[in-house]
């Protein structure tokens, strides 16, 4: 997810969600008191100290899964260490593992900087594909492939995903005429992203002027391009983004939502765009696994009921994490262990029936904490079941070292300016690339 938005979490139970959001945005999380020193060691009671290191309120520690490896292993002690944002956390990182110091046991790592961690930094980490208790069968494809480096090593285990649905507003999408019911919606759109813009004109035909369809362009544009196996760069490394059809045709396809008027014009992530869930500025957000509990804070009581989730038009993922084992860590073994018990499907559903974060390891699509999920606030959507198969539809996606530095390019400087400043779409193209060009001094 953008370096910016790690969301609330919803706490789900079985067949219900409790109404309350968990904490905020990574960016809002505060670093926890009393921080331990890197590093494993002993406590000097006979137990053996393994120190997490992750970035936010990353929900291991909160979802309690710390406390139950302690109690079914009592010679071990778990300490965690965090650091409020990724952008301050994710460089330490590097230089830590530059110097082969500063580290804890067990590192996080959010997507974004997978590609540059799998494809620089391989052979400082350990083989988690061969820990014990790993089974690459019980994890999603697409997931396991980006842990994986070229030489064949899984160094990062997946611990959540972000599988996207369209949240909508069921009580703007009844006065404008469409369906209601969330497979009758799904069905509008189904196996085409242009079926969404069709739909969006249907809407405002009968809603009128000044009803939005969608929050903003940008946001749709990152759903389409999420759906393509190939987005910026190829599997050689190189960057393909200009040439791809694939990022042109899903940044045309976004840029009509905003010259077809069926744009909110918002900036996700700010003030205004927050306020739009409660205002029924706009009928539509694609939406990942994760932004329910956000929606659900936003938009307020005066929400429940009005707000449903449906299937995308193709399978599409946005944000997710992995967990990394150094090798330069004093007890890599014990690490590694935990590192595989922390992302085992297990783990994997208490920390979505907890947290909200959905699984990576389709071992837990199956267990009751998923498969059972409903969401109260979203008129008692069967969330296990539509966020699983779309998660288990997304493509196996190649991912680059600068994937974030491009798509927030995309986003930030081309298709705001077509959205929100009324330029063409070529305007905001010609724009977008210049802004990436530079800031991949090419």
């Known amino acids: 997810m953008r370096a910016h938005a790690r969301a609330r979490r919803t706490l789900i139970t079985v067949g219900t969600a409790v109404g ?37 309120a990353f929900g291991l520690q909160e979802a309690g899964l710390y406390d139950d490896y302690m109690a079914q292993n009592p010679g071990v002690r778990i300490e965690q260490t965090s650091i409020e944002r990724n952008e301050n956390y994710y460089p330490q990182l590097l230089t ?23 494809a620089t930094q391989a052979d400082k980490l350990v083989d988690l594909g061969r820990a014990p208790g790993v089974d690459k069968a019980a994890y999603l494809p697409w997931k396991w492939a980006q842990g994986t480096a070229k030489n064949g090593s899984t160094v990062a285990l997946g611990t959540d995903i972000g599988p996207q649905g369209i949240c909508y507003r069921k009580d703007l999408f009844a006065a404008a005429g469409l369906p209601t019911d969330r497979a009758a919606v799904g069905a509008l759109w189904a196996g085409d992203w242009g079926k969404y813009l069709e739909a969006g004109k249907a809407y405002k035909a009968k809603a009128g002027d000044g009803k939005a369809f969608v929050d903003s362009a940008s946001g749709v544009m990152a759903a ?53 869930f409660s205002n029924g500025t706009f009928a539509t957000v694609s939406c990942p696994a994760w932004m329910l509990g956000y929606i659900q804070d936003k938009a307020g009581p005066a929400g429940k009921d009005k707000w449903d989730v449906a299937a995308a038009p193709k399978p599409s993922n946005w944000g997710g994490s992995f967990l990394v084992v150094p090798k330069a860590g004093k007890r890599a073994e014990e690490a590694a262990k ?70 927030q390019n995309l986003a930030d400087i081309g298709m705001l300016q077509v959205d929100q400043k009324g330029r063409s779409p070529q305007e905001g193209w010609d724009a977008a690339v210049k802004a990436i060009d530079n800031a991949l001094d090419q």
Not at 244 to 271: H, M
């Open 96 to 118: 830590h593992l530059g110097t082969g110091s500063g580290l804890a046991d067990i590192q996080a790592v959010e997507v974004n900087n997978i590609a540059e961690i799998t």
């Open 20 to 56: 309350a959001a968990a904490l905020l945005l990574s960016g809002c999380a505060q670093d926890p008191e009393g921080k331990p020193e890197p590093g494993a060691s002993a406590d000097g009671k006979g137990k053996t100290t393994l120190t997490v290191g992750v970035f936010g």
């Open 224 to 276: 389409v391009t999420g759906s393509s196996a190939q987005r910026f760069y190829d599997e050689q490394g190189k960057v393909v983004y200009k040439a791809n059809p694939a990022v042109r045709g899903a940044f045309d396809l976004a840029a009509s939502f905003a010259t077809e008027g069926l744009s909110a014009k918002l900036q996700q992530f700010t003030p205004a765009w927050d306020q739009g």
């Open 338 to 407: 935990l590192a595989a018990w922390l992302t085992a499907p297990e783990q994997q559903a208490k920390l979505f029936e907890k947290r909200g974060s959905f699984p990576s390891a389709s071992g837990a699509y199956r267990l009751p904490a998923v498969s059972g999920a409903r969401h109260a606030y979203f008129g008692g959507a069967p969330i296990g079941e539509i966020f699983a198969r779309a998660a288990e539809g997304v493509p196996v996606t190649v991912i680059g070292p600068k994937d974030l530095v491009i798509a």
